[in-house]
């Protein structure tokens, strides 16, 4: 496991805030079905033995991106940001970095699949894997999957939510 310290300052901004604050005002704030404003989410940034990254290309959003999605009844995030990245990767030996959340994002949604705009309220965590050789894309999810280097995986994922986990990825390696 990796110390606490390391990552600890994703609890900063305003992030956690709203997190609390949908946490404390909204019915349903873990069912996928609550639009208004948004509901919680979970993701992994998967990480191999080398400090490569996982991506895949998002069949729907059409964007590089790390794999995660909706909890199921009972999850919590740390589990349904495991199942997620199994799912969408092929690889069945994730184990956290540590036993902490590497980050939390609110973002947009577009609307699409029947439901409206919305807002995921996404947990992260970093995820490593001793078996980058056997990744598989699920086809459902993903047009591609590959590993880049942290160089290659920032330039594809530009946005600030994106490069705030890259760069505590570096401090891993």
């Known amino acids: 496991m990796v110390p606490l310290e390391l990552i600890i300052d994703a609890y900063e ?29 979970a993701s992994c940034f998967i990480i191999d033995r080398a400090g490569r990254l996982l991506l895949h290309h998002h069949r729907r959003l059409n964007r590089w991106l790390q794999m995660g999605g909706h ?20 690889l069945h030996d994730l184990s956290l970095v540590a036993d902490a959340i590497a980050d939390l994002d609110v973002h947009r949604i577009p609307e699409g699949r029947g439901e409206p705009e919305h807002r995921h309220y996404d947990v992260r965590y970093i995820a490593l894997t001793q078996s980058a050789d056997s990744i598989a894309a699920d086809a459902r999810e993903s047009n591609a999957l590959m590993w880049f ?25």
């Open 13 to 41: 901004g305003p992030y956690r805030e709203a997190f609390l604050h949908l946490l404390r005002t909204t019915p349903a704030p873990y069912s996928r079905m609550q639009f208004v404003p948004g509901h919680i989410t």
């Open 71 to 90: 909890l199921e009844p009972g999850e919590d995030p740390a589990e349904a940001a495991l199942r997620e990245g199994a799912e969408e990767s092929g």
């Open 149 to 173: 280097d942290l160089d290659r995986a920032a330039a594809l994922m530009r946005g600030e939510e994106s490069l705030r986990v890259i760069q505590k990825i570096r401090r891993l390696f």
